[in-house]
Every structure is written in structure tokens, then in C-alpha cells.
């Protein structure tokens, strides 16, 4: 059974994609993280880079957005600097959201996606859903799109497409069409940059998500929302029940959803049999590790660590669509001494891929036996969503010791041998002060006769461990800030 549950109350939306009772995916909207992939914007170039063969681009936004040579329509593979100039206006489409080090991605072949085609107004080629392995109607296809388009456009002919009539296609093609040609209009009235066209995210992701799905249960908390779904072209009321959760229980809790939410955050996960994985995430990649944790088996070890991993290859797929990790994805399996048993690991996730709305990759074992997988990116995953990094450990996850932390204070000190101030205040947290000083004052006092100051301490209590100068001066007035 496949429900898709949506939250409408506060100003957090949330859409919950739940296969057989358990959550499969998890989107949350927030104003202040609302991914722009897909919104239209007229802007103008900021700063045309020769040697990235790219530039960047005003659009309204805080960061300049990243717009590559390959981006640019009928580029024939021509330097940048002959295409665009400093100062052009061009209407561009955000491809992938920004992130705190990297720019918002640009293209200016822009797209119009529905649910039978995408039209490109500047793609000039002709791609057809992959699902459709029949030649003969891929032949005819592509023939009589080459009779329809123009020579600039470009088309893409989803799965859907081949269930319908030519008639219907073109009806929904000219659409876009019009659509296009409107928004050209709008920016020649324009003052850039200016956002040209928003997407409305939850609703084209819900009907993403019910096209994937096929059918099942559609639940939502507003009934505004609800009927505006149900009134909506694109919904099949054949295939989709809808339901209004009208109780005061919130619809989330009411599905026992919120533990899923904080368990996508959380960096061990148990599996059924006993075993578990490690989610650790940095920069550049996201490792996941495979542990047999309390899963002993009844059989000999090499079957224990198989079953452990299929079941992790299973929760490692899941967990990916639930918290939307994307970029280089490594999978540290237990170790498998037969190569079928690999081949039978590598088989599951490309199975399981198969159920992920995203484009991904299982590009097998490296010779250290780590699965490779890729994963698009397109939006901030649900980590950058729900969370910030520690103020404390500024996203590290380590912090120093307050061992590191006295030791640094004493060399600051000895900077200070040479300043003629009988005293110095020093800001330490309790943790410091014991390393700094001993347990018995005996480090300060050697510490005074090296220095030839009077050290006094100014306690402050921080989550992590503090040792700071504060100043040297007179010993009478600096004792009035601290404790000697």
C-alpha cells in the first residue's frame, strides 16, 4: 500500500512518501531552505571567467549563480567570452540549489517539464523515455517529433507519452509552448534581475511522487490543499483515494511519522537481524559502514555476514531516499570472501535504485571492497535542512581538548614574558583551569615565577573547553575581574 501524507499547518510543509507502513522519503519545506531548482529568473552577468569556460550571474539572490559554457544554447563548443559579456541580460534556470561553499547552478536551456514531455525551447534534440526498449515505436516517435518541432527546440518524450495519442501530445506540447513565449514577453518588460517564474514545490513533488507510485492513498491536513489536488488535470482520481485528516492529533504523529524525521538524523541505524550501520557524512562524500552489531546467525560466519549485508544494502538504499544524501556515496560491506556473494550485494542495490525518485549509479566494488554509488543532487539534503552546524565544533564533530586548550594558554602566556604588568587575567572554563593550574595550584605557581605576573583566573562555563588572555595590567585592579 503506497500513502502519500501531506502537512500543511505552520509554516513548515512537509510531504511523507510511505510504502507498506514504513517512510520511505521525507521533503521538507521550509521558507528560508525552499529549493529554486526550476525556477526561471532574468538576470544579468556579473563576471565572465575565461579560464572556468563559465560565468556568473546576478539574479536577485545574495550568491552570484554559476552559468557553464555547456549551458548556453547552440554554444558549438565556443569559448565563453565569444558567447556572453559582462553586463548581457539572459534568462537562466536554476539546475541545483546553492550550498554554503558552492554557487546555485545555472543552465539557459531552459525546460518545461509535465507529465508527458519536458520541452526545451533550446535543446535542439530529441531524447525518449529509456523505459521504452520497443525500436519500432521509438523510430516513429522520433520521426514525427523531427516533423513537429522547430529547428532550435528540443524534446523529451517521458514513459507516460507512449501511452497517449500524437493529438494529446501536441496539444500539451503547444502549451508549453505558449508558455515559454509569455515568459520571453514578461522579460522584456523586466527590470533584471527578477525572479520570471516559481514553482509551486510541494504540489509538483506530490505529483511526481503519485506518478512514480502508480496508486494508492492521498492524505492531507488542509482541505483547501486537498481539492485544489483534486481538481488539478494531472490527478488521477481512479487510482488515488484522498483522504482530510480533520482530527486535532497532527497527521504526522497520527501516522506515527515524527520518529522518522529524527531517526533520518541519526548516525547509527539497527537493522532487523541485529546488525547495524554508521551514516558519517563530510564535504565531499557520505561513508556508511556496515557492522554485524548483536547478529550472531545460526549458520557458519560467511552466511552472517551475507545476510547482514543484504539487509544492509537494503537499509543503505532506504536510507538515502529518506534523507536524500546525494554526491559520492561509499559503502563499507563486512567483508565477503566469495565474489558471488558481492555480485549478489551489487545486485540488490541496483534493484533497490530502481525505487529511488532521483538518478543514481552503482558503479560496484573498489579494490579495498567498497561499494561506489553516485546519487544526483538537486536540493539540500534533509540534514542541511533540519540542522546547522555546531557552533561548538563548527561541523567537525570534534572539538579540543581542554588539555590542548591549557597547553595553548601556556605558550600565549610565555609570549608575555617580556611585558613590564605585574599581573595577567586569563578566561578559562573549570575543565582548563584544573589542567592548566593542577589539581593543587601547582603549575600556577611555577607558571607565576617563570612569568614574573600574578595569573588570575576569570571562570566562564562554555560547552567547550576555553583558555583565553584576557589582558595584563595592575594586580589590584585586574583581581576585581577574576579570582586569584
Known amino acids: 500500500m503506497n500513502t502519500l501524507i501531506v502537512s500543511l499547518k505552520g509554516r513548515e510543509k512537509r510531504l511523507a512518501v510511505m510504502k507498506n507502513g514504513q517512510a520511505d522519503?521525507?521533503?521538507i519545506f521550509q521558507p528560508s531552505h525552499l529549493s529554486r531548482v526550476g525556477f526561471i529568473y532574468y538576470g544579468i552577468v556579473s563576471k565572465v571567467e575565461k579560464g572556468m569556460n563559465a560565468c556568473f550571474v546576478n539574479i536577485g539572490l545574495e550568491q552570484n549563480a554559476y552559468l557553464h559554457r555547456n549551458d548556453l544554447?547552440?554554444?558549438?563548443?565556443?569559448?565563453?567570452?565569444?558567447?556572453?559579456?559582462?553586463?548581457?541580460?539572459?534568462?537562466?534556470?536554476?539546475?541545483?540549489?546553492?550550498?554554503?561553499?558552492?554557487?546555485?547552478?545555472?543552465?539557459?536551456?531552459?525546460?518545461?517539464?509535465?507529465?508527458?514531455?519536458?520541452?526545451?525551447?533550446?535543446?535542439?534534440?530529441?531524447?525518449?523515455?529509456?523505459?521504452?526498449?520497443?525500436?519500432?515505436?521509438?523510430?516513429?516517435?522520433?520521426?514525427?517529433?523531427?516533423?513537429?518541432?522547430?529547428?532550435?527546440?528540443?524534446?523529451?518524450?517521458?514513459?507516460?507519452?507512449?501511452h497517449s495519442s500524437k493529438e494529446v501530445l501536441l496539444i500539451e506540447w503547444n502549451r508549453l509552448r505558449l508558455q515559454h513565449e509569455k515568459l520571453e514577453k514578461e522579460a522584456e518588460k523586466t527590470k533584471a534581475p527578477a525572479l520570471l517564474m516559481e514553482r509551486q514545490q510541494l504540489k509538483e513533488e506530490l505529483f511526481a511522487r503519485m506518478n512514480e507510485l502508480g496508486q494508492g492513498e492521498f492524505i492531507c491536513d488542509e482541505l483547501d490543499f486537498l481539492s485544489s489536488v483534486k481538481e488539478d488535470p494531472r490527478f488521477e482520481k481512479n487510482k488515488w483515494t484522498t483522504l482530510f485528516h480533520s482530527s486535532e492529533e497532527e497527521v504526522f504523529s497520527a501516522f506515527h511519522l515524527p520518529n522518522a524525521a529524527e531517526l533520518s538524523l541519526k548516525r547509527i541505524i539497527w537493522m532487523p537481524s541485529g546488525g547495524f550501520i554508521v551514516i558519517d557524512r563530510t564535504e565531499a562524500m557520505t561513508v556508511i559502514d556496515v557492522n554485524t552489531g548483536k547478529f550472531t546467525g545460526k549458520s557458519s560466519q560467511q552466511q552472517t555476514v551475507l545476510l547482514t549485508n543484504k539487509e544492509a544494502a537494503i537499509e543503505s538504499a532506504r536510507q538515502l531516499r529518506l534523507r536524500d544524501i546525494s554526491g559520492i556515496i561509499l559503502i563499507d560491506f563486512i567483508d565477503m570472501i566469495?565474489?558471488?556473494?558481492?555480485?549478489?550485494?551489487?545486485?540488490?542495490?541496483?534493484?533497490?535504485?530502481?525505487?529511488?525518485?532521483?538518478?543514481?549509479?552503482?558503479?560496484?566494488?573498489?579494490?579495498?571492497?567498497?561499494?561506489?554509488?553516485?546519487?544526483?543532487?538537486?536540493?539540500?539534503?534533509?540534514?542541511?535542512?533540519?540542522?546547522?552546524?555546531c557552533r561548538v565544533c563548527r561541523g567537525t564533530g570534534r572539538m579540543i581538548s581542554p588539555e590542548t586548550a591549557a597547553f595553548q594558554l601556556e605558550r600565549k602566556l610565555f609570549e608575555l614574558t617580556r611585558d613590564e604588568e605585574e599581573a595577567v587575567l586569563v578566561e578559562v572554563t573549570p575543565d582548563v583551569m584544573t589542567?592548566?593550574?593542577?589539581?593543587?595550584?601547582?603549575?600556577?605557581?611555577?607558571?607565576?615565577?617563570?612569568?614574573?605576573?600574578?595569573?588570575?583566573?576569570?571562570?566562564?562555563?562554555?560547552?567547550?573547553p576555553v583558555g583565553n588572555v584576557i589582558r595584563t595590567g595592575d594586580f589590584r585592579e585586574l583581581s576585581l575581574k577574576g579570582t586569584s
Open 25 to 27: 522519503q521525507i521533503h
Open 73 to 162: 544554447p547552440n554554444h558549438q563548443n565556443k569559448p565563453i567570452s565569444e558567447l556572453i559579456h559582462q553586463g548581457q541580460k539572459i534568462i537562466v534556470q536554476v539546475i541545483k540549489d546553492g550550498t554554503e561553499t558552492k554557487a546555485p547552478r545555472l543552465t539557459a536551456i531552459i525546460e518545461w517539464p509535465s507529465d508527458l514531455l519536458v520541452y526545451l525551447p533550446a535543446g535542439r534534440y530529441i531524447a525518449l523515455s529509456k523505459k521504452v526498449a520497443n525500436e519500432k515505436k521509438r523510430s516513429e516517435w522520433t520521426k514525427w517529433i523531427e516533423q513537429q518541432k522547430r529547428e532550435e527546440e528540443g524534446l523529451i518524450l517521458r514513459t507516460a507519452a507512449f
Open 338 to 389: 566469495k565474489e558471488e556473494d558481492r555480485r549478489q550485494i551489487e545486485h540488490i542495490l541496483v534493484e533497490e535504485a530502481k525505487k529511488d525518485p532521483k538518478q543514481i549509479s552503482i558503479r560496484g566494488f573498489t579494490s579495498l571492497g567498497l561499494m561506489q554509488i553516485t546519487r544526483k543532487k538537486t536540493k539540500p539534503s534533509l540534514v542541511e535542512t533540519l540542522t546547522v552546524p
Open 435 to 464: 589542567v592548566f593550574a593542577g589539581e593543587k595550584h601547582e603549575y600556577h605557581e611555577k607558571l607565576e615565577k617563570l612569568l614574573h605576573k600574578k595569573i588570575i583566573y576569570s571562570v566562564v562555563h562554555s560547552e567547550a
